[in-house]
């Protein structure tokens, strides 16, 4: 009888204790199952953000294509796109919710439609037909179909969290259940054989005050532990905001560089502008040149004519001379009857001389001003090489200033991406000081947790020890 009461106990107790053990897989396997989709929640939530980090990114590139066309532009551009179409096509395996497939899909197709967008812009960016593109962009298509995908994601994200929500609670409330159902059946079963294993009650309470002095001592390195983390997180804190106050210093001193680069812009259009002037002054100048030299020219030849007009006087004068010569000879001749004629020769004689002398002033005359017009002339050519000299000089003036203007054009671009990304990095630094925030409280609620756990402890030991003292 009782062996019969013993193996009665027995059997009790072993199918007391497998109910909860039994009981106990059951949560294990459930735990894992719903743990299982909990990643799988995780992984899409990860996705998702992936998504909308990709259409960002292809958004940003269209236009930064847009208003500077490069290949590093175009390339992120395409690379966003594969890493879209990639992740999207996995997200579209792993959904298993009827309502985030439909989103989805609605998501899926205003992403199409944007990308056709984005890929129509740049296909007219690079057909050279850029105010196309700029006329495309501002009707605001792009901007709606942004705005759209924006909000569908929205809505994914909502469905998400309910989801992920439901699971958690349904993961928390089942054990729950099922640890407190563990626990009365436990209770139950042990208050029925209370009574047959009183003479093992010596050895458990001794056995329990020996391991609750071991979980108060465990207790009490996680609790320092615990505290250290806090105090680990409160300084990460710290220095995060001290990151994102020098982020937004960096951010304003980008932007003043941006301003000071526009200024150096607008001087350089100036310079462009002033360097344009005098070169169309220089060439008016050359022109100008150019004719007085012709017109020089012109006067020289008229002077050799003037000269050799001259030279025939002279000529002539001999000639002349020669003849009244002549004809105060044959005057000589005549005797009394030649007197008249040799007075008329001496006339002439005498006017043959002054048109020799006036002909011999022209022809010095005539010398020194060919001379006036070879010195002219030599120094007007000096003065047209000149004119040309400056024309270049100017011209390359002119571009060197386009080149600055190009540069410094550029400067002002990659301010203002490094303005953007800076807004960006202080967003990002916003959200992981409010991450360690939520760390930092959840670290003190863990330590003051971990507080009430060793209290919890410290009365499990004194009524083990009060157990054993009444065994």
């Known amino acids: 009888m009782n062996a019969f009461k013993q193996t009665k106990i027995r059997n009790w107790i072993i199918a007391g204790y497998s109910v909860p053990v039994f009981l106990s897989a059951l949560l294990s396997v459930f735990v894992a199952r719903e743990s299982h989709n909990l990643r799988m929640l995780i992984d899409n939530s990860q996705l998702v953000n992936d998504i909308a980090l990709n259409i960002q990114i292809m958004s940003r590139t269209t236009r930064g294509y847009l208003l500077d066309r490069n290949d590093i532009s175009k390339i992120s551009y395409q690379n966003a796109k594969n890493t879209y179409n990639t992740d999207a096509a996995t997200l579209a395996e ?34 050279g037909k850029t105010d196309e593109a700029m006329i495309q962009w501002r009707e605001d298509k792009g901007r709606k179909q942004v705005e759209d995908v924006q909000a569908l994601l929205q809505s994914f994200r909502q469905e998400e969290d309910e989801i992920l929500f439901t699971s958690l609670n349904t993961l928390l409330y089942s054990t729950l259940g099922f640890t407190l159902l563990v626990f009365l059946l436990s209770t139950s079963i042990g208050w029925w054989v209370v009574r047959n294993i009183a003479n093992q009650m010596d050895q458990s309470a001794g056995a329990i005050a020996s391991s609750s002095s071991e979980i108060a001592a465990t207790v009490e390195q996680q609790e320092r532990a615990a505290t250290q983390q806090a105090a680990s997180v409160n300084e990460t804190t710290t220095t995060m905001d001290e990151l994102g106050a020098s982020s937004r210093q960096i951010m304003e001193q980008a932007d003043a560089a941006t301003e000071n680069a526009r200024q150096a812009l607008n001087q ?10 005098t070169v169309e002054t220089m060439t ?64 002439i004689r005498k006017l043959a001389d002054r048109s020799k002398k ?15 017009i070879n010195s002219t002339v030599m120094v007007t050519d000096e003065g047209t090489k000149t004119v040309e000299s400056g024309v270049r000089t100017s011209q390359n003036t002119s571009e060197s200033f386009g080149e600055i203007r190009s540069a410094i054009n550029e400067v002002v671009l990659n301010n ?3 303005s953007l990304t800076l807004k960006q990095q202080v967003s990002a630094v916003q959200q992981v000081v ?10 003190r609620e863990t330590a003051s947790g971990i507080s009430q756990v060793k ?17």
């Open 434 to 443: 409010e991450a360690m925030n939520s760390l930092n409280t959840a670290a």
């Open 284 to 347: 008016v100048l050359k022109d100008k040149v150019s004719a007085i030299a012709r017109q020089i020219l012109q006067l020289s030849e008229q002077t050799n004519q003037i000269g050799n007009i001259s030279i025939l006087v002279s000529d002539l004068a001999n000639q002349t001379n020669m003849l009244a010569l002549n004809a105060a000879v044959e005057a000589v001749r005549a005797g009394e009857h030649g007197k008249g004629f040799s007075v008329v020769a001496s006339e």
């Open 358 to 372: 006036s002909a011999e002033k022209i022809n010095a005359l005539v010398a020194d001003i060919q001379n006036a």
């Open 416 to 418: 203002q991406q490094i």
């Open 94 to 127: 792993q959904l298993v919710d009827p309502e985030q497939q439909q989103i989805l899909e609605a998501l899926v197709k205003d992403v199409d439609d944007l990308i056709a967008i984005n890929d129509s812009i740049f296909q007219f960016v690079e057909s």
């Open 455 to 471: 209290v919890g402890t410290q009365r499990l030991n004194e009524a083990a020890i009060s157990l054993k003292e009444m065994v």
């Open 268 to 277: 350089a259009d100036n310079g462009t502008r002033t360097v344009a002037e």
